[in-house]
T-cell receptor, first 115, second 115 residues
């Protein structure tokens, strides 16, 4: 069965600190995709990144970076020099196909960046 | 603006009421989803429609009744709900059906309170 675990329920840091959000997943599929979404207070989930299981290259996008390690089934997300606007709930998700494309989400990490 | 619009944004209803949630997507997608987001729980997939046919019903109680009249619109009809049904209900759409996971775009959700 597919499962995503985000062990950090809440994180609070001061602005400009770096922060890493952890994501550990379980799947028996050899081909799968991992996602990170951001949910600001307005409610909608905003897509941040999609990574397939064959691409273990780390990715950097501005202040955001992702570390994908199949050996530890982890897909961690780091925000460098955090800003107050980064405050949100962040979800890691795993996709699989079972009659239709589906996403299984972790419980989310509430990130608060304090000025 | 993700291209997925949900109305109403907030809804308060009694346990004997009947109401409907509406979702509309302007992205030309042909798969649509309903998710439930309760406090301190991961997002739960409720229903999936692909090409206007329901392909998934994740053991959702019959007091929730989905309807997908066309590929752009999705409804969730509610009747005789329970207080534990209070949650944020999110709609999403994606390109589907496909074996390769396409990105799901989310609406801002309907915050439902059942009294």
């Amino acid at each position: 069965a597919q499962k995503v675990t985000q062990a950090q329920t809440e994180i609070s840091v001061v602005e400009k600190e770096d922060v890493t959000l952890d994501c550990v997943y379980e799947t028996r599929d050899t081909t799968y995709y991992l996602f990170w979404y951001k949910q600001p207070p307005s409610g909608e989930l905003v897509f941040l990144i999609r990574r397939n299981s064959f691409d273990e290259q780390n990715e950097i996008s501005g202040r955001y970076s992702w570390n994908f390690q199949k050996s530890t089934s982890s897909f961690n997300f780091t925000i460098t020099a955090s800003q107050v606007v980064d405050s949100a709930v962040y979800f890691c998700a795993l996709s699989f196909f079972q009659g239709a494309q589906k996403l299984v989400f972790g419980q989310g990490t509430r990130l608060t960046i304090n000025p | 603006e993700t291209g997925v619009t949900q109305t109403p944004r907030h809804l308060v209803m009694g346990m004997t009421n009947k109401k409907s949630l509406k979702c509309e997507q302007h992205l030309g997608h042909n798969a649509m989803y309903w998710y439930k987001q309760s406090a301190k729980k991961p997002l739960e997939l409720m229903f999936v429609y692909s090409l206007e046919e329901r392909v998934e019903n994740n053991s959702v109680p019959s007091r929730f009744s989905p309807e997908c009249p066309n590929s752009s619109h999705l409804f969730l009809h509610l009747h005789t709900l329970q207080p534990e049904d209070s949650a944020l209900y999110l709609c999403a759409s994606s390109q589907g059906p496909s074996l390769a996971p396409s990105l799901q775009y989310f609406g801002a959700g309907t915050r439902l309170s059942v009294l």
